[in-house]
């Protein structure tokens, strides 16, 4: 500083923030939980949480008596590019995923190395995903991620994840980067990228990319779903992946995208027309 005085530093808001980017990183937890993880004593942990309770930044799960961040972080930052609009216009498609699939749908955005979550719905099932609005995930073992990083330029990739190693959080994860590749060389093919069991033990995920007017990925649509009610990865695909494609046209369109979608006939238009037909504004 200037006058050479030392930054005064908030530990309160420092610890605030340890919850904060804990419940982020991990969804739904419990007092216990968070305590232990983010090295805090309880009493300081439930003033923490019944702070930002109060203002509307985490909410409480009545049945599990979790906590986990509300979309009111999203609000802060206004100017993020295109992220109101973009969860405007997905919305109503997540809302239909969830329902006819029975799965949690979400959207997210690439953030660094990690996907963030910027919408989720729920689906009605009593065992689900829980990915709330703000949780991030490692990109490299997320389908979502893996849905935006195949359509991405290859030195990009390279430069987030060729220069160090991928932490390993299953034994599903990939622990290369050219274990990445190769598999980002597959989702760009077939139009969709897969995660079973590389981020969560028991969880599995399809995700599809969303690309904007100009062509460019812009953000990825997942469904997510425990192993156990889609155990044959085979017919998991072959149920729920035409409505998530479907979904991942759909928010495309919206969003101005009018040329061939990833794993459809060339000759088919996000507008599902001929390419070399394009509809009439």
Known sequence: MKDGKKEQILNSVLRTFDVVELLARRGELGVTRIAQEAGLDKSSVYRILATLKSIGYVCQNPATQGYANTSRFASLCPHAPDTGELRERTRPFLSRLAEETGETASLGILEGRDILYIDTVQCSEMIRVNLPIGQKLPAYCSALGKAILAFLPEERVRELFGGSSLEKFTPNTLSSYGALAEELVEAKALGFARDREESHRELACLGVPVFGADGRIVAGISLSYPCFRHPDQALAEQLLLPRLREAGIAVS?????????????????????SANHPSKE
Do not use: D, H, I, V
């Open 253 to 273: 369109l919206a969003l101005g995208f009018r040329a061939a979608y990833p794993g459809t006939p060339e000759n088919r238009t996000a507008k599902g027309q």
